[in-house]
């Protein structure tokens, strides 16, 4: 089959290679899903879990992607739930061989039914930030309708997922990001923007919940506002302050086929956009990735036509 593999751990985004690669087996309780679009996060070939096993050991040449929406061509063994011909999308284990594949191996756990009026595309940009955002909200965070968000990187693949399922959820959110981005935050339904290049964050809130998305010094600013009780939810695996009182959760973002289920119903209903910035070809991927653009939202990669 065909498959970007990354061999070399120091060469970056210059050390994608678009290859032959033998087709994956399925392990007890996997699905084989023909890939037809993946999602891909630049960061992840800084991810130690590209390079390694759970075990520590080497895994390279390692297929990046963790993102998919196919469909299930083949059924491990003890695998229930999902059957041969069903359309899915999920995230792939970050320890595995990944989703720029044609095929991929995953745990049936890891994948939910693709409702059949969404595209393959929109499926493979949504688990990733929709489960981060869903997870950092609800189950982290603890939101409550009534309370205050402030979402930095408001514009990006995660932002506009918090910004969106905050608001639904009865949140008021103040969105941050580049001075350019303001339009962009307030259309995916931020209350307020705040110009992370030009504005004082000192200006903002008291807030219950910032969700952080960039780290450093906007984080160390931020938890000074937020309120006594509330929290500071992190995917950026550092912490670098924290509320005097208040919560600090980082962390990674998991698999759920319920929560997959929630956000492909809120897509169905409308009531959920997703943000994708770039679409290319499994052919043109290695190119698109090393063009040097930065990417706006998430980038699809369209494994089959
Ligand atoms: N722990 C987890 O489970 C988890 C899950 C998903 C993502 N992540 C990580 O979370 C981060 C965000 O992911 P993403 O997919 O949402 O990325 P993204 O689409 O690039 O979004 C990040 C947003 O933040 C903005 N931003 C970054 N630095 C900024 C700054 N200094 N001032 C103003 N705006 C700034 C970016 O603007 P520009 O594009 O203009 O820079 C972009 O709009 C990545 O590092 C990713 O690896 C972690």
Redesign the pocket.
């Known amino acids: 089959m065909k498959a970007i593999i990354v061999n070399d751990e120091a060469a970056g985004a210059a050390g994608l290679t678009l290859t032959e690669r033998p087709e994956p087996t399925a392990a007890i309780n996997d699905v084989i899903v023909e890939v037809h679009a993946s999602g891909w996060?630049s960061?992840e070939l800084e991810w130690p879990s590209t390079w390694v096993d759970r075990a520590g050991r080497s895994r390279a040449p390692s297929i990046p992607g963790h993102e998919l929406a196919g469909v299930v061509s083949a059924l491990g063994y003890g695998t229930t739930g999902l059957s041969v011909g069903q359309r899915v999308f999920g995230i792939a284990d970050w320890h595995r061989d990944g989703t720029l594949a044609e095929y991929t191996a995953i745990e049936a756990r890891n994948v939910a039914p693709l409702p059949g009026d969404l595209d393959f595309a929109v499926g493979a940009s949504l688990p990733?930030?929709g489960l981060?955002a869903w997870q950092g909200l609800f189950q982290h965070g603890r939101l409550q309708a009534g309370q205050s968000v402030l979402a930095?990187?408001a514009?990006?693949?995660?932002?506009t997922m918090v910004t969106q399922l905050a608001r639904e959820a009865g949140a008021y959110v103040i969105g941050?990001?580049?001075a350019a981005?303001r339009e962009k935050v307030l259309d995916f339904g931020a209350h307020e923007f705040v110009d992370?290049?030009n504005d004082a964050l000192d200006d903002v809130g008291p807030v219950d919940l910032v969700f952080d998305?960039?780290g450093g010094e906007?984080q160390k600013t931020s938890v000074a506002r937020i309120k006594p009780g509330g929290s500071l939810v992190s995917?950026?695996?550092v912490i670098e302050a924290r509320p005097t009182d208040g919560l600090v959760v980082d962390?990674?973002?998991e698999a759920d086929r319920s929560q997959l289920a929630e956000i492909a119903r809120r897509v169905q209903e409308g009531r959920l956009r997703t943000n994708i910035g770039t679409t290319t070809t499994l052919d043109d991927a290695v190119a698109a990735f090393n063009s040097g653009e930065?990417?706006?939202?998430?980038t699809v990669i369209r494994v089959r036509p």
């Open positions: 996060i960061t990733i930030s981060t930095h990187g514009a990006g693949a995660v932002g941050t990001g580049r981005d992370l290049e998305v960039i906007i995917i950026t695996g962390f990674v973002v930065r990417a706006k939202g998430k």
